[in-house]
């Protein structure tokens, strides 16, 4: 696994969601040694590349406006709606057990505009987004991870709709338990 110092940007669910999908990936993480607990997100920039040791007002300020114009492009501001399909085993570290946002027929498209105005503010251009909410962090053998995807949604239904109302600032400087949201704004 490799760590990235610096900062990402993640959108983060709902209070009452964030309650729900925190105790799924506590409960998760609990069953597997050394498998870390993490705040539930959807990763919206990582990483950010020139920008990721910038003080974390500037690139709060850089946030805001691309939400600005990402807003100005929609008519006005106000969350986004995304749905959470069924969880799945990953490949990855940070992708050993996720639930990705269903992006058919057209129902992730304000997050690819958000996501769109986000890389024009910031000047990076990833070619691969995935959009997902991770719910285990860990290396984990296929089956366990499959284990794993029938523990989660027997805990929790999917597909399941998130409401978001604020991206954040995230200081990923450590691991995983240290990582902490440094700065909001709203949608």
């Known amino acids: 696994m490799t760590f990235i110092p610096g900062h990402c940007l993640w959108l983060v669910p709902s209070a009452d969601e964030v309650s729900r999908l925190q105790a799924l990936i506590d409960t998760l993480a609990a069953s597997e040694a050394g498998a ?19 003080p974390p007002e ?25 749905t959470l399909d ?8 940070f992708q050993s057990v996720l639930t990705p946002v269903d992006e058919a027929e057209g129902k992730s498209a304000a997050l690819r505009q958000l996501r769109s105005a986000v890389e024009d503010a910031f000047d990076e251009h990833p070619a691969v987004f995935y959009p997902h909410l991770s719910l285990l962090y860990g290396d984990l053998s296929r089956e366990r991870r499959l284990e794993l995807v029938r523990e989660a949604e027997a805990q929790l239904p999917f ?22 949201i440094v700065a909001r704004v709203k949608l």
């Open 159 to 180: 597909p399941r709709e998130v409401v978001v109302h604020d991206a954040v600032v995230v200081d990923i400087n450590g691991t995983a338990p240290e990582w902490k």
């Open 86 to 93: 069924n969880p799945v085993a990953g490949e990855k570290y």
């Open 36 to 54: 870390p607990s993490f705040h539930p997100h959807i990763t919206l920039l990582h990483p950010l590349g020139k920008d990721a040791a910038s």
């Open 58 to 82: 500037a690139i709060t300020e850089t946030l805001e406006a691309a939400v600005a114009e990402f807003n100005a492009a929609r008519g006005g501001a106000g969350p986004i709606k995304l």
